[in-house]
C-alpha cells in the first residue's frame, strides 16, 4: 500500500495542471504546514521559536535539479549567509543542502568548488552543513563528493545521508564508517525501481533499524530521521542497551510533523533536530511529504476545501 501510494501520488504530481495549481495556491492550502517560510528571516524566526522549546534545526534552502550555473552560485552564497546568520543570532542550527541544486547536474567540478566554500563556511563558524541524498543516480557522485570533502574539512562539519530502501545502503554505511561520517538514515522518498529497492516497508524498516544499529554501535555520530514511533523506541531501548550516550545520536524530524513527539523526546533528553525548508521553490520537496504518508494528503485535501 505504501509504496504503491508513494508512486501514484509522485506521478499525479508531475502533471503540469497539478503542478501549476498548487504552485499558485499551495501556500493557502496547506503547504505553510510542511515548509516553514519562503524567507530566509521568516525560517530563522521559526527556528528561534524552536530552539525555545529545547528543539535544534536543519536549515534546507530549498531548491533542486537546478539547469542555470548563476542560479547555483546564488543558492551557494544563500546557504554561506545562512551559516553567517545561524552564528551571528546564536542559534541552534545548522545547514542542509542537495548538489542538484549547486548545478552538479550541469558541472560537477564547480558544485565541488562550491561546496568547499561551503564547508569552509560551516568549519569557519564552528557549524555543519549536511548533503541530502537525492534520487539512486546520484548517490555515487554524493558519496564521492562526501569523501574529498570530508577528507579537507572534517567529519565534524561535513557529512550526507543515506537511505534504507536501497539494498545498497549498508556498504555505503561501512564506507561512510571508514570516514567517521555523521551520517543521517532515512527510509527514502524517491520513485526507485524494485531491483535497486524494497518495494515492502517492513523490509525498508528492517534495513533501517540494523543500519541505525550498525552506524552506533561503530562509535559514529548517528542521526536517527523517522517519525515511526516503534522505531524510536528500538533506538533507545539499544543505546541503552549498549550504553551509547545520548551525546552520539540524535532524532530528527521534518517541520510540521509529530510535534508532540519532537516536543517530547526532548523533554526526555533527547538530542532532536528539525529538518526545516525554506524558499519559494517548495514544490519537489512538498510533494514528497505528501508521497510518504496519506494523512499529510489528506491535511492538504482539507486544506483545499476550506478555500
Not at 569523501?147 to 561535513?158: I, M, T
Request: hydrophobic share 40%; net charge positive.
Amino acid at each position: 500500500m505504501n509504496a504503491w501510494f508513494r508512486r501514484t501520488v509522485l506521478r499525479v504530481a508531475e502533471l503540469r495542471r497539478v503542478k501549476s495549481t498548487f504552485e499558485r495556491y499551495g501556500m493557502r492550502m496547506g503547504v505553510r504546514r510542511f515548509v516553514a517560510a519562503e524567507t530566509l528571516t521568516g525560517a530563522l524566526e521559526r527556528v528561534r521559536d524552536m530552539n525555545r522549546q529545547g528543539l535544534a534545526a536543519t536549515l534546507d534552502y530549498l531548491g533542486e535539479s537546478v539547469e542555470d550555473p548563476l542560479v547555483a552560485e546564488k543558492a551557494a552564497n544563500q546557504i554561506i549567509e545562512m551559516l553567517r546568520m545561524i552564528d551571528e543570532r546564536k542559534l541552534d542550527a545548522n545547514v542542509s543542502l542537495k548538489l542538484t541544486q549547486l548545478g552538479c547536474l550541469l558541472d560537477p567540478d564547480a558544485c565541488l568548488k562550491h561546496m568547499e566554500r561551503i564547508a569552509a563556511a560551516a568549519g569557519y563558524y564552528r557549524n555543519f552543513v549536511r548533503i541530502d541524498m537525492e534520487d539512486s543516480t546520484l548517490t555515487d557522485l554524493t558519496l564521492g563528493m562526501t569523501g574529498k570533502l570530508v577528507e579537507r574539512f572534517g567529519h565534524e562539519h561535513v557529512g550526507t545521508v543515506l537511505q534504507a530502501y536501497l539494498y545498497r545502503s549498508p556498504g555505503d554505511l561501512k564506507r561512510l564508517g571508514e570516514w567517521k561520517s555523521n551520517v543521517r538514515i532515512v527510509k527514502g522518498a524517491y520513485k526507485e525501481d524494485a531491483r535497486i529497492a524494497f518495494p515492502q516497508k517492513r523490509d525498508v524498516d528492517l534495513q533501517y533499524v540494523e543500519m541505525v544499529k550498525a552506524h552506533m554501535n561503530a562509535g559514529h555520530y548517528t542521526a536517527v530521521a523517522t517519525h515511526d514511533a516503534g522505531i524510536i523506541q528500538t533506538v533507545k531501548s539499544y543505546a541503552a542497551g549498549k550504553g551509547i550516550s545520548s551525546k552520539r545520536f540524535e532524532f530528527q524530524m521534518l517541520y510540521g510533523i509529530a510535534g508532540g513527539l519532537q516536543r517530547q523526546l526532548a523533554n526526555q533528553g533527547y538530542r532532536v533536530r528539525i529538518y526545516t525548508p525554506f524558499g519559494s521553490e517548495w514544490y519537489p520537496y512538498f510533494t514528497r511529504r505528501i508521497a510518504e504518508r496519506p494523512a499529510n494528503l489528506l491535511f492538504v485535501l482539507k486544506g483545499m476545501l476550506r478555500k
